[in-house]
C-alpha cells in the first residue's frame, strides 16, 4: 500500500478578536423588549375562558384512574392557562393589600420611577452617564434588598404556594371531558 502525501504548508491568518467589556451598561437595553405588566394582563384577558365554565361546580368530579387524573391535569392546565393566570395576580394583589409595608414601598418605587421618567435628565455617576432606564433600573434593583426586608419573600412564597394548591385542586377535579371532548379540543385551541 502506498503512502499519499498531501501538500498542507500555507498561512492561516487568524481574526482578531478584541477583549469583551466585564459590565456593559449598553446590554440592559434589551430587557425594554420585555412586555408591561399591562401588556400581560391584556394578552392574558384575550385568551381567557368564561368564568362561568371555570367555576361550574358540576363539572367537579374525582377521576377514575391515576392516568386519566394526569391527562386530566394536563389539559385543565392548558386549557385555562389564562385563568390560572388570574388566580395567580388577584392572590398575589390580596397579599399585596394584605402586606401595607410592601404596598408602602412599591408605590414609593413606582413614584420614583414616575418622577425619574418625567425628568428625564441624565444623570453622571463615577464618570459613567446614566440614563433614564438606567437610573429607573438602579432605583428598582436597589428597593429589591429593602422589600425582602419588609418581608416580601414571605409574600411571595404564600402567593406561590397558595397559587399553585387552588390551581392544582381545581386542574385535579375539574372534569374537562364534559366540556371539551378529543375531537373539539383542537378545534377550540385554533379558534380562541
Known sequence: MEDIKVDMSGDMNVPKTEPKPQFDFSTFTQ??????????????????????????????????????????????????????????????????????????????????SNKIRKAQAPVSVFGHQLSTAHQIMAVNIASVPVLFLAGAGSALFWTLGASCFVISLHAIFYNIDAIVTEDTEGFLAEVV
Open 31 to 112: 430587557f425594554q423588549k420585555i412586555p408591561s405588566p399591562m401588556e400581560l394582563v391584556q394578552l392574558t384577558r384575550k385568551y381567557i375562558r368564561p368564568w362561568s365554565e371555570f367555576l361550574n361546580t358540576g363539572n367537579f368530579k374525582a377521576a377514575a384512574s391515576m392516568p386519566r387524573l394526569t391527562s386530566r391535569f394536563v389539559r385543565n392546565l392548558d386549557y385555562f392557562k389564562s385563568n390560572y393566570i388570574f388566580v395567580f395576580i388577584v392572590l398575589m394583589i390580596y397579599c399585596l393589600i394584605t402586606s401595607p409595608l410592601i404596598l408602602i414601598i412599591l408605590a414609593g418605587v413606582a413614584y420614583i
